[in-house]
């Protein structure tokens, strides 16, 4: 079955850096765009970055432009989020996302994706 998982959340001080890594199994990972978000508590899903299927082509929120990189590695069906400068309002559980069909039309929109997986913590402190 289709299982996503992800790695690599922690507690860091603002400036300071992650690399979060997301591992997928269960379909054919290289076939499909993929996607962070990351959620705080009572609020949305919010979309981080989305890389293409062979990873030439990238998108990110404007919160995170500049800061965060987005890649994958198709031979260890592997998606990786490095966060670098990370401020206070990076604080959240971020999650890594399995488009409907391979791709979505809207890539930050949480209801384009069908597979998620448990997610992983990341603390800023200031």
């Known amino acids: 079955q289709v299982q996503l998982v992800e790695s690599g959340g922690g507690s860091v001080q603002a400036g300071g850096s992650l690399r979060l890594s997301c591992a997928a199994s269960?379909?054919?990972?290289?076939?499909?765009?993929m996607s962070w978000f990351r959620q705080t508590p009572g609020k949305e899903r919010e979309g981080v970055a989305r890389?293409?299927?062979?990873?030439?082509?990238?998108e990110y929120a404007d919160s995170v432009k500049g800061r965060f990189t987005i890649s994958r590695d198709n031979a260890k069906n592997t998606v990786y989020l490095q966060m670098n400068s990370l401020k206070p309002e990076d604080t959240a559980m971020y999650y890594c996302?399995?488009?409907?069909?391979?791709?979505?039309?809207?890539?930050?929109?949480?209801?384009?994706?069908?597979?998620w997986g448990q997610g992983t913590q990341v603390t800023v402190s200031s």
């Open positions: 890389i293409s299927t062979r990873g030439s082509s990238t």
């Open positions: 996302a399995r488009p409907r069909g391979g791709t979505a039309s809207t890539w930050d929109k949480p209801g384009q994706y069908d597979y």
């Open positions: 269960g379909f054919t990972f290289g076939a499909y765009r």
